[in-house]
T-cell receptor, first 111, second 114 residues
Framework: TQLLEQSPQFLSIQEGENLTVYCNSS?????LQWYRQEPGEGPVLLVT?????EVKKLKRLTFQFGDARKDSSLHITAAQPGDTGLYLC???????????FGGGTRLMVKP | DTEVTQTPKHLVMGMTNKKSLKCEQH?????MYWYKQKAKKPPELMFV???????INESVPSRFSPECPNSSLLNLHLHALQPEDSALYLC?????????????FGDGTRLSIL
């Protein structure tokens, strides 16, 4: 069974601070996806990383896929209250027919 | 606005009721999913439909019965649910095919069992 572990589970910071969220596994993934879920809504895809060592940027968010494709990180620069939400990493299982989700990181950015 | 539409947004039902959750997408996706999400937890996969055929059932109790009438619609029929079934039920879709593609989620139905 492929497991994805996210850390931290919960993060409360002030507006303007930087933060990093981690998604780790002992298994190799062909790709990893990051989603953000806001209260009362479904998860929304932020990015998919496919190549080991890949770095993708989405405004103030920087996503990195580990060289060995076993881990990924999400770095947010100058966090804003609008970044508040549940951040989920997810990857395809070995059979490639479903996603395995990490446990999520709940981020709260205070004004 | 999400491209996957779920109805109703909220549902309160008794343990003896029968109700259905509905999900619709018009993106031409051929894979559709039902997830259950408890508070502060990640989504848990329940069912996967691929090209309108049930391909994965994650050992879900028979009181949950999925149905895929066509490539755009996905239903979840509920009967004799238990209080612990109270949760947010999410529908998602993806392009389908040999690889797992990124999924598009609806905003969910928040279900409360009395």
């Amino acid at each position: 069974t492929q497991l994805l572990e996210q850390s931290p589970q919960f993060l409360s910071i002030q507006e303007g601070e930087n933060l990093t969220v981690y998604c780790n596994s002992s298994s190799v993934f062909s790709s990893l996806q990051w989603y953000r879920q806001e209260p009362g809504e479904g998860p929304v895809l932020l990015v998919t990383v496919v190549t080991g060592g890949e770095v993708k940027k989405l405004k103030r968010l920087t996503f990195q896929f580990g060289d060995a494709r076993k881990d990924s990180s999400l770095h947010i620069t100058a966090a804003q209250p609008g970044d508040t939400g549940l951040y989920l990493c997810a990857g395809p299982n070995n059979a490639g027919n479903m996603l395995t989700f990490g446990g999520g990181t709940r981020l709260m950015v205070k004004p | 606005d999400t491209e996957v539409t779920q109805t109703p947004k909220h549902l309160v039902m008794g343990m003896t009721n029968k109700k259905s959750l509905k999900c619709e997408q018009h993106m031409g996706h051929r894979a559709m999913y039902w997830y259950k999400q408890k508070a502060k937890k990640p989504p848990e996969l329940m069912f996967v439909y691929s090209y309108e055929k049930l391909s994965i059932n994650e050992s879900v109790p028979s009181r949950f019965s999925p149905e895929c009438p066509n490539s755009s619609l996905l239903n979840l029929h509920l009967h004799a649910l238990q209080p612990e079934d109270s949760a947010l039920y999410l529908c998602a879709s993806s392009r389908g095919g040999a690889r797992v593609e990124p999924q598009h989620f609806g905003d969910g139905t928040r279900l409360s069992i009395l």
